[in-house]
């Protein structure tokens, strides 16, 4: 089947730390490889996305690349702010038919002063 | 910037009565979703909606659910008779017929059931 795997929380940082979530997936597929950030009483906004194997996807500092190798799509940032206190959900939509998007459990970051 | 929007943005109901949300997708997409999130938990899908019909959906999806476009613009997702753990945030998205599959969130209705 289709699922995501993700690296379970909360995460707690001092703001200039470096982040890593790590995401790993399964897909009958080929999936579009995506990270989700839900910030406090917001709805789901996209943060990055990758296509294809060894793209990547890049914004606001974040970074991921889709390694098919390792099937897996970590997200990094090299000096996290308190602004990027949210949940982040690694997720996949394969890349034919209406499929539907599969969600990790999402992983709590909050950054502290 | 087109935008998914949802209504209401909360809505407090009891038990057992009938409740639609409502969401009005990006205008030139062609697949449109339900999904919800129980407070803490994770997004789950409820149902995609294709070419006037139901694509998929997943075993939350139950006889209490129905989805509709009544007409050009609006989607709806209707529950029947509410039951307490209906009670979540539920997300309407949409999407292009691109490869890249991304799609786009409204903000989200929050449903509370009493």
């Known amino acids: 089947g289709n699922s995501v795997t993700q690296m379970e929380g909360p995460v707690t940082l001092s703001e200039e730390a470096f982040l890593t979530i790590n995401c790993t997936y399964t897909?009958?597929?080929?999936?579009?490889l995506f990270w989700y950030v839900q910030y406090p009483g917001e709805g789901l906004q996209l943060l990055l996305k990758?296509?294809?194997?060894?793209d990547k996807g890049s914004n606001k500092g974040f970074e991921a690349t889709y390694r098919k190798e390792t099937t897996s799509f970590h997200l990094e940032k090299g000096s996290v702010q308190v602004s990027d206190s949210a949940v982040y959900f690694c997720?996949?939509?394969?890349?034919?038919?209406?499929?539907?998007?599969?969600f990790g459990t999402g992983t709590r970051l909050t950054v502290i002063p | 910037e087109p935008e998914v929007t949802q209504t209401p943005s909360h809505q407090v109901t009891q038990m057992g009565q009938e409740v639609i949300l409502r969401c009005v997708p990006i205008s030139n997409h062609l697949y449109f979703y339900w999904y919800r999130q129980i407070l803490g938990q994770k997004v789950e899908f409820l149902v995609s909606?294709?070419?006037?019909?139901?694509?998929?959906k997943s075993e939350i999806f139950d006889d209490q659910f129905s989805v509709e476009r009544p007409d050009g613009s609006n989607f709806t997702l209707k529950i029947r008779s509410t039951k307490l753990e209906d009670s979540a945030m539920y997300f309407c998205?949409?999407?292009?017929?691109?490869?890249?599959?991304?799609?786009?969130f409204g903000e989200g209705s929050r449903l509370t059931v009493l």
């Open positions: 909606f294709y070419n006037n019909e139901i694509s998929e």
């Open positions: 990758a296509t294809k194997a060894d």
């Open positions: 897909a009958t597929g080929y999936p579009s």
């Open positions: 998205a949409s999407r292009t017929t691109s490869d890249t599959g991304e799609l786009f």
């Open positions: 997720a996949l939509i394969l890349q034919t038919g209406a499929n539907n998007l599969f």
